[in-house]
């Protein structure tokens, strides 16, 4: 039951993040650290389940790496594809925000084939022109930017997560036999 627990926690917490990180802006950032400290921290309890043992505690990070990348896309990607609706949109206006790198990252403003603007600021590493269509899914309650389609038509961050979920759930059930068989041998 408290493997069950751990997972369904890390669950709640994973999705908690994945909510405050879709909303973006820095007191979105600010709200999803803790659920990201969380998710951080769920690894550690295996050492006690475990019996001691470390080894869950490093398998589970790999596990863990991989679902706090994929916190941050998956979410978003499914409330966008539920809600969303796709639109051409029209590349109207650019500003580049040069990154440490000295890259930019371009942010646009988009209209709707009416013309009118849409909501949000769409941001991309790809420089469009002006005036370029491109296919959008946009949120019809503004909670989020529009997204690029063919990203949201993408399910590589859905594989990802259901296969870093399920690792993380077998070296929970892992951690919790070796813990129970520790203290049955005392």
Same mark, same amino acid.
Request: proline content about 5%; hydrophobic content about 55%; aromatic content about 12%.
């Given at each position: $039951?408290?493997?069950?627990?751990?997972?369904?926690?890390?669950?709640?917490?994973?999705?908690?993040?994945?909510?405050?990180?879709?909303?973006?802006?820095?007191?979105?950032?600010?709200?999803?650290?803790?659920?990201?400290?969380?998710?951080?921290?769920?690894?550690?309890?295996?050492?006690?389940?475990?019996?001691?043992?470390?080894?869950?505690?490093?398998?589970?990070?790999?596990?863990?790496?991989?679902?706090?990348?994929?916190?941050?896309?998956?979410?978003?990607?499914?409330? $966008?594809?539920?809600?969303?609706?796709?639109?051409?949109?029209?590349?109207?206006?650019?500003?580049? $925000?040069?990154?440490?790198?000295?890259?930019?990252?371009?942010?646009?403003?988009?209209?709707?084939? %009416?013309?009118?603007?849409?909501?949000?600021?769409?941001?991309?590493?790809?420089?469009?022109?002006?005036?370029?269509?491109?296919?959008?899914?946009?949120?019809?309650?503004?909670?989020?930017?529009?997204?690029? %389609?063919?990203?949201?038509?993408?399910?590589?961050?859905?594989?990802?997560?259901?296969?870093?979920?399920?690792?993380?759930? %077998?070296?929970? %059930?892992?951690?919790?036999?070796?813990?129970?068989?520790?203290?049955?041998?005392?």
């Amino acid at each position: $039951m408290r493997s069950f627990l751990l997972v369904a926690a890390t669950a709640l917490v994973w999705l908690a993040a994945g909510i405050a990180g879709a909303l973006g802006g820095w007191l979105w950032w600010a709200v999803a650290a803790l659920p990201t400290a969380a998710l951080l921290a769920a690894p550690i309890v295996l050492y006690k389940t475990s019996g001691g043992r470390t080894w869950p505690t490093w398998v589970a990070y790999g596990f863990v790496f991989v679902l706090l990348l994929t916190a941050y896309a998956a979410p978003g990607d499914w409330y $966008m594809r539920a809600a969303g609706s796709r639109t051409t949109a029209t590349v109207r206006e650019v500003a580049c $925000m040069e990154t440490s790198q000295g890259r930019c990252l371009y942010h646009y403003t988009l209209h709707d084939p %009416a013309g009118t603007p849409l909501p949000g600021v769409f941001r991309d590493s790809v420089e469009y022109e002006y005036g370029a269509p491109l296919d959008v899914v946009v949120d019809p309650r503004n909670l989020l930017a529009p997204r690029l %389609a063919a990203d949201l038509d993408s399910r590589v961050f859905d594989v990802l997560t259901l296969v870093a979920f399920a690792g993380f759930a %077998a070296t929970v %059930a892992a951690a919790h036999l070796a813990g129970r068989r520790a203290t049955s041998h005392v």
